[in-house]
């Protein structure tokens, strides 16, 4: 990547990162290109001219946060980290994207294009399992989570949970503790004795 590609690189995750912010303040529907552009320090023009509209920026936010979400859940549970940790560093990520996030806008940003609810599908239908068995062997392997427990199991077990995050109701709730609290208890429940002492 060039210095020019870089610059225009930047430019573009200053106009996502703002549009992002205001679409979960204001909204999707109620939050203007000329807004965007002054919070992002950049010409209306730029904006068309790398996105193409604000439904294309919605696109373009939405495709962004699902490869990067997996990505960075990829990019852990491939690491060489003990079980305590990853389970630690996964609740602080989820922790950090719950606060950081209005969940009715994601769903929105979501629900936006054919394209978009295709990759999501196949995050939850594909990606996901493959992390949950990941999650799962490493457990196991580390005598946290039972040897006994299948794979076709723990993965419904952690759809039902996924399935539950995902209803519009619970979209609409913005309660951060409730989400916390149904995270935590998805992650640990799954632990056949407490982990709280090693992780101290």
Not at 68 to 77: G, H, I, P, Y
Not at 150 to 163: C, D, G, H
Request: charged share 30%; proline share 4%.
């Amino acid at each position: 990547m060039n210095g020019y590609e870089r610059r225009t690189e930047l430019k573009k995750e200053k106009i996502r990162t703002a549009a992002l912010e205001l679409f979960c303040t204001y909204g999707t529907d109620k939050t203007t290109i000329n807004e965007i552009a002054q919070k992002a320090g950049v010409a209306p023009a730029s904006i068309y001219n790398y996105f193409g509209s604000k439904e294309g920026l919605m696109k373009d936010i939405a495709i962004n946060l699902l490869e990067n979400s997996w990505k960075a859940r990829k990019e852990l549970w491939e690491t060489d980290l003990p079980f305590p940790e990853l389970l630690r560093r996964a609740v602080t990520m989820n922790d950090d994207f719950i606060d950081n996030i209005n969940l009715e806008a994601l769903r929105a940003l979501l629900d936006t294009d054919p394209e978009i609810k295709k990759l999501a599908d196949d995050f939850y239908n594909h990606k996901y399992p493959y992390i949950v068995g990941q999650f799962i062997e490493k457990g196991r392997r580390e005598g946290y989570i039972r040897r006994e427990l299948s794979i076709e199991a723990a993965t419904l077990y952690l759809k039902m949970y996924q399935n539950t995050l995902r209803q519009p109701e619970m979209l609409k709730n913005q309660s951060k503790d409730l989400w916390k609290e149904l995270c935590d208890l998805m992650l640990y429940g799954l632990a056949g004795q407490p982990v709280n002492d090693k992780l101290e």
